[in-house]
């Protein structure tokens, strides 16, 4: 079983020191670019640019949803964080944190890996 900390290579607080631009972050609207892209802005006033998307009429709905992923991006790590927090490393076998661990495993293990990859760690597998 991976554990966060050195087991896992990580110090779930230096996940808090991951570099991006500050959310919330706001999808543009196509039609306000001359190329027709979703730019998606953050930042201190919502005016920093952070990704553009492609706006493509035969793929619209896919085009849109990919926006959304990326402009939920700071909301969705802050998830990750909290879910990684939850973890109660010094809980005894027979306690409820240790069986939410237990249970949870799998997305325990994935949120551990996503931070890692963001923070540059090398994967251990």
Do not use: C
């Not at 920093?48 to 896919?62: D, G, Y």
């Not at 909301?75 to 027979?94: C, N, Q, Y």
């Not at 944190?97 to 249970?103: A, F, G, L, V």
Request: glycine letters at 8%; proline letters at 8%; aromatic letters at 8%.
């Amino acid at each position: 079983i991976l554990r966060p900390g050195p087991v896992a290579g990580i110090d779930v607080t230096m996940a808090y020191s991951i570099p991006h631009s500050r959310g919330p972050w706001y999808i543009g609207n196509p039609d306000d670019d001359p190329k027709g892209l979703r730019k998606i802005t953050g930042g201190d006033y919502g005016m920093t640019p952070v990704a553009q998307v492609v706006n493509r009429q035969s793929r619209a709905e896919e085009d849109w949803s990919n926006a959304q992923l990326i402009a939920n991006a700071p909301k969705l790590l802050a998830i990750v964080k909290g879910f990684i927090a939850t973890l109660d490393l010094d809980a005894p076998d027979d306690s409820h944190s240790y069986h939410y661990y237990e249970d949870n495993v799998e997305l325990f293990n994935l949120a551990i890996d996503t931070i890692a990859e963001l923070l540059g760690i090398p994967n251990e597998e």
